[in-house]
């Protein structure tokens, strides 16, 4: 026998809790109406009838003159009937799992006890009561067990019955028996019974709230405020409305209540009927007697009516079971399936029993870059290594029926074992989380931001200051190589002119030269006019040559800017093409292409223009050699004339060289010139993108600021943070000399340790200064670094988006551990609007007992009606006090005398905590298949039923 029939706890399923059988005096036969079923559902018919062995015996056996046919052994109709009702309900209602029969004045001596064990081999279970007339107010009442020491359940209802005078089922006239009793005495003889008392057909003649023209109702409040709830039921919803609006307006009645529907079916078609408006009454619980007693206590969590099934979370983010697949040499885990609910899961066990080890397989299956994040975050080592052997695995299956691996083969389906999203906080995160280390503010900043990033405006905004942000950082190493390279540039040409003669010495011998020229060609026999012709000549060859030189030093520089503009265009076409992949839409994609064509032109055309460029450069060139051809063609007669010919072309050769040196300093002096502009601008270019930088983070910040007052009693104070730390480390130690930054920026601001501290309204002057100093060597650095890679560490982006928690006005740094660890766990969930399962590990190992039962419970219960919640705890608030679904009992064998499992090293069960049995040692020697969940839970939980009571009464609170 199973004593765990339903695995993954408490899951809403469709009840019925007012039906009548065949004993009913108005119930209408199958005869009446099978014709209009096989009408409309003929194959369902079909299906029903194979089930009980033809048309012929389905008729037959919902007969009364078959039930009540004295012929026929009695536990054949019984059987018959009972079977036949079932395999009616299988084919027609099959989502209705339990039903409440409710038979007026219940006398039949076996039939209740034949549906009570037929039902334990059917999906639809049976709750066994009876109804009951006490003085024109008809009530339902179930019990859990077969009533005072009867040896069937039938009797025991037939004892408690005659207790208050209904000896009969009908009066002499055929009217339903009614006692006289007071309802008290009988709601109180059924509370020592641990029944459960319904009043059905509310607002109708015969309920609880009848209209009083019909009888006195003055004892209505003495009645209702007898029992702690009152569970009322109606036919139809609208009617269920009506009387709680009722009773909310009496203020005489006090008692809490809860309401419901039900068929009060007297025929088979209509078991687990909907209301006018096609509600059904849906409960959250096990099929059981003890399943129903849940909605006492949790009326409003566990009773339902409306159309579906409600809290019906999406499929692909609830994790449907798990189970280890063990295929070590040392098998310690079973491969049974492990249910998950896809509400509140709770994990228990003694110490070191695979409690933790089962959330973290979970977790790391799922999504191991998550656990290993939080492991990081939490400093906190690993404990768990059965992974690293090769025939260990592990399966997470959701609902939607993907497959999650944790080592997935190689030649698995596609798509099978893709990893999906969890939240895991691991044990003793919280604490860690909330200490001053930059590692913890790192790992809480990162999540503040991913809940701030859930609104889809603020994160494009966001997403693109970001790109933005990267973008900016990413060009500023570039412009410092750039930098570098000026400056490498500006020294070459400064010792090439220093290299090349002092400008005033080569135009003072350049005039000495001339002066001899000068002699010479008055000594030359030439005319005034032709010594005048041929200095016009040479002075217009310098000229000319002077020209050419400059031109050739153009069209070098032409030509390095076609290679420069060519490396951008083809950057910019790589660029472009990636983002190309990135577009979904078919047609936004063509239209990407063609509006961006241009761009493929874009080469030729700076191709063409700079061959154009050089052409008119070369044209120009062509030009002032031809002109320097006829200055030389006209030179030569004059010269042929002189008589000192070849002295005066040497001085004149002297003159060109020295001529042409000059005007190779000018070029230089001009590049030079060039260059410290460029340079200038470069190194403003460069602080300008830095503080562009900081500009975007607070630009960030102000977007932020909205969400500052936002979370409802938690307050974030967003702030643009500096990484003090890692610029010290990066750069101040690394790089800089200390003696030049006390010189360059006051040695105050650095305090004793010589380390530095971000100050928001000096840091931009500070980086300046340092920028500048390293520029022009007043700050050298140290550990022979080079200048370039100072300043690319010093303007690295150091900055992040800080967030300052507040709850309640108190500072998180302020608060005390238990409260700062509350307040973390609101910021890491309460307020996520995602939906993927949170998986948490003791959390209230960072909690204090008061936030435990005041604000962790209520979140609990909460928060699992959005997602779906496996949490590992020894706190049993954390299990009955957030009314948890599921309980996962955990044990190890060897841990404790007399605990071992029934196979394997490491086992589990699991249920709702309306599972409950306990069996001897003898009887099953296994210790987590000896109990069920309710007992496990007090023992593991409470340290057993006796600590608990004892504990009750040593705090004696007074009853309500």
Same mark, same amino acid.
């Given at each position: 026998?199973?004593?765990?029939?339903?695995?993954?706890?408490?899951? &809403?399923?469709?009840?019925?809790?007012?039906?009548?059988?065949?004993?009913?005096?108005?119930?209408?036969?199958?005869?009446?109406? @099978?014709?209009?079923?096989?009408?409309? /559902?003929?194959?369902?018919?079909?299906?029903?009838?194979?089930?009980?062995?033809?048309?012929?015996?389905?008729?037959?056996?919902?007969?009364?003159?078959?039930?009540?046919?004295?012929?026929?052994?009695?536990?054949?109709?019984?059987?018959?009937?009972?079977?036949?009702?079932?395999?009616?309900?299988?084919?027609?209602?099959?989502?209705?799992?339990?039903?409440?029969?409710?038979?007026?004045? @219940?006398?039949?001596?076996?039939? $209740?006890?034949?549906?009570?064990?037929?039902?334990?081999?059917?999906?639809?279970?049976?709750?066994?009561?009876?109804?009951?007339?006490?003085?024109?107010?008809?009530?339902?009442?179930?019990?859990?067990?077969?009533?005072?020491?009867?040896?069937?359940?039938?009797?025991?209802?037939?004892?408690?019955?005659?207790?208050?005078?209904? /000896?009969?089922?009908?009066?002499?006239?055929?009217? +339903?028996? #009614?006692?006289?009793?007071?309802?008290?005495?009988?709601?109180?003889?059924?509370?020592?019974?641990?029944?459960?008392?319904?009043?059905?057909?509310?607002?109708?003649?015969?309920?609880?709230?009848?209209?009083?023209?019909?009888?006195?109702?003055?004892?209505?409040?003495?009645?209702?405020?007898?029992?702690?709830?009152? =569970?009322?039921?109606?036919?139809?919803?609208?009617?269920?409305?009506?009387?709680?609006?009722?009773?909310?307006?009496?203020?005489?009645?006090?008692?809490?209540?809860?309401?419901?529907?039900?068929?009060?079916?007297?025929?088979?078609?209509?078991?687990?009927?909907?209301?006018?408006?096609?509600?059904?009454?849906?409960?959250?619980?096990?099929?059981?007697?003890?399943?129903?007693?849940?909605?006492?206590?949790?009326?409003?969590?566990?009773?339902?009516?409306?159309?579906?099934?409600?809290?019906?979370?999406?499929?692909?983010?609830?994790?449907?079971?798990?189970?280890?697949?063990?295929?070590?040499?040392?098998?310690?885990?079973?491969?049974?399936?492990?249910?998950?609910?896809?509400?509140?899961?709770?994990?228990?066990?003694?110490?070191?029993?695979?409690?933790?080890?089962?959330?973290?397989?979970?977790?790391?299956?799922?999504?191991?870059?998550?656990?290993?994040?939080?492991?990081?975050?939490?400093?906190?080592?690993?404990?768990?290594?059965?992974?690293?052997?090769?025939?260990?695995?592990?399966?997470?299956?959701? =609902?939607?029926?993907?497959?999650? $691996?944790?080592?997935?083969?190689?030649?698995?389906?596609?798509?099978?074992?893709?990893?999906?999203?969890?939240?895991?906080?691991?044990?003793?995160?919280?604490?860690?989380?909330?200490?001053?280390?930059?590692?913890?503010?790192?790992?809480?900043?990162?999540?503040?931001?991913?809940?701030?990033? *859930?609104? $889809?405006?603020?994160?494009?905004?966001?997403?693109?200051?970001?790109?933005?942000?990267?973008? #900016?950082?990413?060009?500023?190493?570039?412009?410092?190589?750039? $930098?570098?390279?000026?400056?490498?540039?500006?020294?070459?040409?400064?010792?090439?002119?220093? *290299?090349?003669?002092?400008?005033?010495?080569?135009?003072?011998?350049?005039? #000495?030269?001339?002066?001899?020229?000068?002699?010479?060609?008055?000594?030359?026999?030439?005319?005034?006019?032709?010594?005048? *012709?041929?200095?016009?000549?040479?002075?217009?060859?310098?000229?000319? /040559?002077?020209?050419?030189?400059?031109?050739?030093?153009?069209?070098?520089?032409?030509?390095? +800017?076609?290679?420069?503009?060519?490396?951008?265009?083809?950057?910019?076409?790589?660029?472009?093409?990636?983002?190309?992949?990135?577009?979904?839409? #078919?047609?936004?994609?063509?239209?990407?292409?063609?509006?961006?064509?241009?761009?493929?032109?874009?080469?030729?055309?700076?191709?063409?223009?700079?061959?154009?460029?050089?052409?008119?450069?070369?044209?120009?060139?062509?030009?002032?050699?031809?002109?320097?051809?006829?200055?030389? %063609?006209? =030179?030569?007669?004059?010269?042929?004339?002189?008589?000192?010919?070849?002295?005066?072309?040497?001085?004149?050769?002297?003159?060109?060289?020295?001529?042409?040196?000059?005007?190779?300093?000018?070029?230089?002096?001009?590049?030079?010139?060039?260059?410290?502009?460029?340079?200038?601008?470069?190194?403003?270019?460069?602080?300008?993108? @830095?503080?562009?930088?900081? %500009?975007?983070?607070?630009?960030?910040?102000?977007?932020?600021?909205?969400?500052?007052?936002?979370?409802?009693?938690?307050?974030?104070?967003?702030?643009?943070?500096?990484?003090?730390?890692?610029?010290?480390?990066?750069?101040?130690?690394?790089? +800089?000399?200390?003696?030049?930054?006390?010189?360059?920026?006051?040695? %105050?601001? &650095?305090?004793?340790?010589?380390?530095?501290?971000?100050?928001?309204?000096?840091?931009?002057?500070?980086?300046?200064?340092?920028?500048?100093?390293?520029?022009?060597?007043?700050?050298?650095?140290?550990?022979?670094?080079?200048?370039?890679?100072?300043?690319?560490?010093?303007?690295?982006?150091?900055?992040?988006?800080?967030?300052?928690?507040?709850?309640?006005?108190?500072?998180?740094?302020?608060?005390?551990?238990?409260?700062?660890?509350?307040?973390? =766990?609101?910021?890491?969930?309460?307020?996520?609007?995602?939906? &993927?399962?949170?998986?948490?590990?003791?959390?209230?190992?960072? +909690?204090d007992n008061r936030s435990v039962y005041d604000d962790l419970v209520e979140f609990l219960k909460k928060k699992k009606l959005k997602r779906q919640i496996i949490i590992v705890t020894h706190n049993p608030n954390l299990v009955v006090g957030a009314d948890g679904e599921e309980s996962v009992v955990a044990n190890q064998s060897g841990q404790e005398v007399g605990r071992d499992n029934k196979k394997y090293h490491f086992e589990y069960v699991s249920g709702a905590l309306e599972n409950a049995f306990e069996l001897s040692a003898t009887q099953q020697p296994a210790i987590l298949f000896r109990k069920g969940i309710r007992q496990h839970v007090c023992e593991i939980l409470e340290g057993g039923k006796e600590a608990f009571q004892k504990r009750e009464q040593k705090y004696s609170f007074p009853e309500e």
């Amino acid at each position: 026998m199973n004593n765990f029939p339903y695995p993954k706890g408490s899951v &809403w399923r469709q009840w019925d809790l007012h039906v009548q059988t065949i004993l009913d005096d108005d119930y209408v036969s199958l005869d009446q109406y @099978y014709k209009s079923i096989k009408e409309v /559902n003929l194959a369902g018919w079909q299906q029903f009838i194979g089930k009980v062995g033809g048309e012929t015996n389905a008729i037959l056996y919902d007969s009364k003159t078959y039930f009540n046919d004295a012929n026929l052994a009695k536990n054949e109709r019984c059987q018959n009937y009972v079977r036949n009702l079932f395999a009616y309900l299988d084919v027609f209602h099959p989502r209705l799992e339990c039903i409440g029969i409710t038979d007026h004045n @219940y006398f039949d001596e076996q039939l $209740l006890d034949t549906f009570i064990e037929y039902s334990k081999r059917t999906q639809c279970k049976v709750i066994p009561g009876v109804e009951i007339n006490c003085q024109g107010i008809h009530m339902l009442l179930f019990f859990p067990d077969k009533l005072y020491q009867k040896s069937t359940f039938s009797d025991g209802i037939h004892a408690f019955l005659v207790k208050f005078n209904i /000896n009969n089922r009908t009066n002499t006239n055929g009217v +339903l028996t #009614t006692t006289s009793a007071d309802i008290k005495d009988i709601l109180d003889e059924a509370k020592r019974n641990n029944g459960i008392v319904i009043y059905p057909h509310c607002n109708s003649t015969n309920g609880l709230f009848q209209a009083r023209t019909s009888m006195d109702r003055t004892h209505l409040a003495d009645i209702f405020n007898h029992q702690k709830i009152n =569970l009322l039921q109606s036919q139809h919803h609208r009617s269920s409305i009506v009387i709680s609006e009722y009773i909310k307006s009496n203020t005489s009645l006090v008692a809490k209540f809860c309401c419901h529907i039900s068929s009060d079916a007297r025929s088979l078609h209509d078991y687990g009927r909907s209301d006018q408006d096609g509600n059904y009454l849906w409960i959250k619980a096990d099929p059981t007697f003890e399943g129903l007693k849940q909605i006492i206590y949790e009326p409003e969590q566990r009773i339902f009516v409306g159309l579906q099934r409600p809290e019906e979370k999406k499929s692909y983010f609830i994790i449907d079971k798990v189970r280890f697949l063990d295929n070590s040499s040392d098998i310690k885990f079973g491969s049974d399936p492990i249910e998950i609910n896809q509400n509140l899961t709770t994990i228990i066990g003694g110490k070191s029993t695979g409690k933790s080890l089962l959330l973290y397989y979970i977790a790391k299956t799922i999504d191991k870059q998550e656990v290993k994040n939080r492991m990081v975050d939490s400093g906190i080592p690993v404990q768990y290594d059965f992974d690293n052997s090769p025939g260990f695995n592990f399966e997470v299956t959701w =609902l939607d029926g993907q497959r999650t $691996l944790l080592n997935a083969p190689t030649d698995s389906a596609e798509g099978e074992s893709k990893e999906r999203k969890i939240l895991y906080i691991p044990q003793r995160y919280l604490n860690t989380l909330s200490e001053s280390n930059i590692r913890s503010r790192e790992a809480l900043n990162e999540f503040v931001l991913s809940v701030i990033l *859930q609104d $889809l405006t603020i994160n494009e905004k966001y997403q693109e200051t970001v790109r933005e942000i990267k973008t #900016t950082a990413k060009s500023i190493p570039t412009a410092i190589n750039e $930098l570098f390279s000026d400056q490498d540039d500006i020294k070459k040409i400064e010792e090439e002119l220093k *290299q090349t003669g002092d400008e005033k010495g080569i135009e003072n011998y350049i005039q #000495t030269l001339q002066k001899q020229a000068d002699e010479i060609k008055l000594k030359s026999g030439l005319s005034d006019a032709q010594i005048i *012709q041929y200095g016009e000549l040479v002075d217009k060859e310098k000229t000319i /040559n002077a020209q050419v030189s400059h031109l050739e030093e153009d069209k070098k520089m032409v030509r390095n +800017l076609r290679s420069i503009i060519l490396e951008q265009v083809t950057g910019i076409q790589s660029i472009t093409s990636e983002y190309e992949t990135y577009l979904n839409d #078919t047609d936004i994609k063509a239209k990407f292409k063609a509006e961006l064509k241009a761009l493929d032109s874009f080469a030729p055309t700076v191709e063409s223009a700079i061959s154009n460029l050089l052409n008119a450069v070369d044209a120009k060139i062509t030009t002032h050699n031809f002109e320097l051809t006829r200055i030389n %063609a006209e =030179l030569g007669p004059l010269l042929a004339k002189v008589q000192l010919q070849s002295e005066l072309r040497q001085k004149s050769d002297a003159i060109n060289k020295e001529q042409q040196k000059l005007n190779e300093i000018a070029i230089k002096r001009n590049n030079l010139k060039a260059k410290k502009t460029s340079h200038e601008k470069k190194a403003k270019a460069i602080i300008d993108s @830095y503080k562009q930088i900081i %500009a975007k983070y607070e630009g960030i910040r102000n977007e932020f600021k909205t969400f500052e007052s936002r979370f409802g009693d938690i307050t974030l104070g967003v702030h643009v943070g500096f990484n003090d730390d890692s610029f010290n480390s990066n750069v101040i130690k690394e790089f +800089l000399s200390k003696r030049d930054l006390k010189r360059v920026i006051a040695e %105050a601001e &650095w305090g004793e340790e010589f380390v530095y501290r971000y100050d928001p309204t000096k840091h931009l002057t500070n980086i300046t200064a340092m920028f500048d100093g390293l520029i022009d060597g007043t700050i050298n650095t140290v550990k022979n670094r080079q200048a370039k890679d100072a300043v690319t560490k010093l303007l690295d982006d150091y900055f992040y988006l800080d967030f300052r928690i507040f709850y309640k006005n108190d500072s998180l740094d302020k608060m005390s551990p238990g409260k700062k660890g509350l307040v973390l =766990l609101q910021l890491l969930i309460n307020l996520s609007n995602e939906e &993927w399962p949170i998986l948490l590990d003791q959390p209230e190992d960072d +909690l204090d007992n008061r936030s435990v039962y005041d604000d962790l419970v209520e979140f609990l219960k909460k928060k699992k009606l959005k997602r779906q919640i496996i949490i590992v705890t020894h706190n049993p608030n954390l299990v009955v006090g957030a009314d948890g679904e599921e309980s996962v009992v955990a044990n190890q064998s060897g841990q404790e005398v007399g605990r071992d499992n029934k196979k394997y090293h490491f086992e589990y069960v699991s249920g709702a905590l309306e599972n409950a049995f306990e069996l001897s040692a003898t009887q099953q020697p296994a210790i987590l298949f000896r109990k069920g969940i309710r007992q496990h839970v007090c023992e593991i939980l409470e340290g057993g039923k006796e600590a608990f009571q004892k504990r009750e009464q040593k705090y004696s609170f007074p009853e309500e």
